[in-house]
C-alpha cells in the first residue's frame, strides 16, 4: 500500500499568480503518460481524518485503475495548503472543506469541483462533528455558547459560520462567541484543563472527548442543513479544461468510491488504519459520515451565504463557476 506523503507549503501568492494567468507559463501539470499507453499518474491532496476514507476504499478497491489512473495521496494538513497547491499545479485534484472552496475562489483562484467529499448524517445527536463541553458545565444548548470561549480547528471558515448559525437559531448571539484556533488533536486536553470552555469536534475527536466526559451541546453540521454537503475533490479550473478525459475518469471512479463507502461502511471504518492512528476499536464505534455521490450545489449557496453573513465574505459567491 504505497504511503501518503506530507504536503510542503506552498506560498498562496504564487498560486494564485498561475491560477489567474500572472505567472509564467509551463508544462500544463497533466498525466505522466500523454500518450495514453499507460495509466496517468495523478496526485491528491487529502487530510488524514476520516472524511477521505472513500477515497482510500476506492484505490483499494481498484475503482481508479480500472479508469487508467496511477493514483498517489498526499497528505496535508487542510485547505490552507492544498488549495493552493492544486492550483499552483503542483497536484492535479485536492480535497477541501466548501467554505475554503468558495474563500479561495473569492481570492482568484480558479477551482472547479469534480466529485462530492462528504456530508452530515443530517441526524442531530449522531453526526460526526459536535461542540462538546467539559463535565460539569453550565453549558446545555447551542444558545449558551454566546460569550464563551469556543475552539475551532480554523478561524473564519466552515466551523465558525455553522456554529454560529446554530447558535443563532436557538436564540443566542454569536457575535459573542471567542473562538479560539487550535488544533483538533490539542482539543482533548484543553477541554479536560477548561482552557476553553467549549470546542467544535469532529471525528474521530469527537468519540475522543466524549469518553473523556464532554458532553455535545450542538451539532453544527446537521444543524444547519440535514443534506449539508461538508467537502468535495477539486481540481484546477486550468487543468480541467486542459485535461477533460482524465478529468471524467477521476470524477467516475471517485463517484464509485463514495458509493462503495456509502453502501459498505464497515470496511469505510476498517480502511482508516491505513492512513489513520485511530485505534481499531474507536474506528468500530465512531459516527462516520455520509459519501453521496451528487455534488450539492444548494449546500455550496448555503454556506457562501453564512460566510457572508458572518464577515467572511461580502458578497455571495458565484457557485455556478465553482461547478463543471
Known sequence: MRRGRVLPTIAVAAALAVATGLGACGDDPASSSPSGSGPDRVTVGVVPIVDVAAIHLGRRQGFFSAERIDLDLASGQGGATIIPAVASGQFQFGFSNVTSLLLAQNKGLKLKIVAAG???TGTIGKDFGAVTVPRGSSITRPADLAGRRVAVNTLNNIGTTTVAKVVRDDGGDPTTIRFVELGFPDMPGALAKKQVDAAWTVEPFLSIVRQQG???VAW????TDAKLMIAAYFTSARFAAANPDLVKRFSTAMNKSLAYAEAHPEQARAVLADYTKIDP????TLTMPRFPTEINAESL?????LAVKDGLLDTPPDVKALLL
Open 220 to 223: 453544527p453540521f446537521a444543524g
Open 301 to 305: 449557496t448555503l454556506l457562501g451565504a
Open 118 to 120: 462528504d456530508s452530515t
Open 214 to 216: 464532554a458532553t455535545a
Open 281 to 284: 476499536k474507536m474506528a468500530a
